[in-house]
């Protein structure tokens, strides 16, 4: 007889792990299908998030931001260290042990849960039924009432840079480097490409960003986009607007990668190139003919506001369903699924979720941009606050950037928040509470933000809406 289960989640990335956990804690017997596995053949558990993904890249940033303080800031607080040098495989070490306590620790959870792992990979069939292909050997069929499907993304490979063994990598290989290269080449000036670009510019790499489209960050916020990309070509990053890529070819250890741009055909020469040019939903082998699940244009799992596939009882959450490809918006995605199996009304809310991009300084935002809100014509009321004018920044010798709140300007709502500075990402959700319970600028205004802080640029931007900004001149006089 095969097993049957309340709820089976295929994947446990952070949207199926969540899933998984939340679903348990409810009292749904819940399995979870995982396929990846280590170089010494055991699953791991966290996907492209813990694996390769979030916090990786965030161990290796954190790691060269303080090797880039040590080096060039420290001296600024009177601070001399003699010659500082940093030991790359020592740092992908630090990077491998953090993965390694993280991945362990899902395991330990879904254990402390009861949540069962089926290891092997994850087949959807017809009439909620799940094949499993054992990671040791053969198969089984379990049933399910639920299925989940948190298959996530792959990265997008493109034929004019086919990945090459130590010289041409995807973000896999990006964080695996083991020597600071001489020269690196990044193709997107993504969040991926701009934050593996600043980790090996920070270690002395000649960075050279090609990207395709002629504007710098195009879903950011006009105010953050060009702030970013002058801080970032001061620190080394040469951002090459417009540049397509159109071939490379690898000779010894060489890359030499082609690409058009305004001027015509143009080469660089590089040690290693690193692919960002997306993801792409994951769905290969995942779905039975016969299961009804269906695919949008674009290969992303076909789903309504609430993760509701085509087949009832059939959902997907995360990076292979639509919307920003974000660990916390599968993760949220994830308790809202199983808070529906459970019975509840539960729901999201998509305009509410925040983007970070962990460059130094960050970027921040979270609802629409200015652009949007003109495009849309809302009328609205802009207050901005910069770092410079921040006590406690200048005290931490962390002063570049600003905090950017756009209200309406009839009702006062908070409709966005646009952040450039040390601490954005941590700043960003300070506006998303705010927004998340419909406050005004007023509400924030009236706030009682500890001093010395950072913070407290959340609330002179939000009196800087109504030219009420303390400690900075306001625009116009009332
Ligand atoms: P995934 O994390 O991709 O997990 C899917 C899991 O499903 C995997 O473990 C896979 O092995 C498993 N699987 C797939 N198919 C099957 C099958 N048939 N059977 C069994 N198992 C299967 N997001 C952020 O929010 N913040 C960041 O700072 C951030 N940084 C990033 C940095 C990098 C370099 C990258 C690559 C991504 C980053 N992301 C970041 C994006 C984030 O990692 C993804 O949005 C997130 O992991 C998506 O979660 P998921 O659960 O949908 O999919
Ligand atoms: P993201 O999806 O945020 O990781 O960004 C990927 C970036 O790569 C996008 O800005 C694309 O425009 C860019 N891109 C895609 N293909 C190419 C190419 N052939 N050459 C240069 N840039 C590219």
Not at 198 to 212: D, I, K, N
Not at 314 to 335: F, T
Not at 377 to 394: E, L, N, T
Request: one cysteine or more; charged letters at 25%; aromatic letters at 4%.
């Amino acid at each position: 007889m095969s097993q049957k289960f309340d709820v089976v989640v295929i994947g446990a990335g952070p949207g199926g792990y969540v899933a998984a956990i939340r679903a348990a804690q409810l009292g749904l017997n819940t399995a979870c299908v995982e396929k990846w596995v280590n170089d010494q053949n055991q699953t791991v558990l966290g996907g492209t998030c813990l694996n390769v993904g979030c916090i990786p890249s965030k161990a290796l940033l954190d790691s060269t931001h303080k090797f880039h303080m040590a080096h060039s800031e420290f001296k600024a607080h009177g601070i001399h260290t003699g010659d500082v040098s940093m030991d790359v495989p020592a740092m992908i070490k630090r990077k491998d042990q953090i993965v390694k306590n993280l991945t362990g620790g899902i395991a330990g959870l879904f254990k402390a849960n009861g949540v069962t792992l089926l290891e092997g990979t994850g087949k959807v069939l017809a009439n909620k039924q799940v094949e499993v292909s054992k990671k040791d050997g053969g198969t089984e069929v379990v049933d399910a009432e639920n299925v989940i499907i948190a298959a996530g993304s792959v990265p997008v490979n493109i034929p004019p840079a086919p990945l090459t063994e130590g010289l041409i990598l995807d973000n896999e290989g990006a964080l695996e480097i083991t020597e600071t290269p001489k020269r690196l080449g990044v193709i997107g000036a993504g969040v991926i490409g701009l934050e593996m670009g600043s980790v090996w510019a920070r270690l002395g790499s000649e960075v050279t960003v090609l990207e395709a489209m002629e504007e710098f960050l195009p879903f950011c916020d006009k105010d953050l986009a060009k702030d970013a990309q002058k801080t970032l070509k001061k620190q080394g990053l040469d951002i090459r607007l417009g540049a397509r890529v159109t071939g490379t070819e690898v000779k010894g250890q060489e890359v030499t990668v082609k690409y058009t741009d305004a001027k015509g055909e143009q080469e660089i020469v590089v040690d290693k190139l690193i692919v960002a040019v997306g993801r792409r939903p994951y769905t290969e082998g995942l779905l039975a003919g016969d299961c009804g699940v269906q695919l949008d244009e674009r290969g992303f799992i076909s789903v309504d506001g609430q993760c509701r596939t085509s087949v009832p009882g059939v959902y997907a959450i995360g990076d292979v369903v639509r919307g920003p490809m974000l660990a916390h918006k599968a993760s949220e995605e994830g308790i809202m699924v199983a808070d529906i199996i459970h019975g509840h009304k539960a729901q999201m809310n998509y305009d509410c979720i925040p983007g970070i991009i962990y460059t130094h300084p960050e970027l921040a935002w979270v609802g629409k941009t200015e652009q949007e809100l003109k495009a849309e014509g809302v009328k609205i009321k802009v207050g901005k606050f910069p770092f410079a004018a921040s006590g406690r920044a200048m005290a931490s010798h962390d002063t570049e950037g600003f905090v950017k709140i756009i209200a309406d300007e009839e009702t006062d709502r908070i409709l966005g928040c646009h952040i450039v500075g040390g601490q954005a990402g941590e700043l960003i959700a300070q506006a998303v509470i705010a927004m998340e319970f419909g406050s005004s600028t007023e509400d924030l205004q009236l706030t009682v933000f500890a001093h010395p802080t950072v913070s407290e640029a959340i609330h002179e931007a939000a009196l800087a809406c109504d030219n009420h900004a303390i400690h900075v001149a306001n625009r116009k006089k009332r």
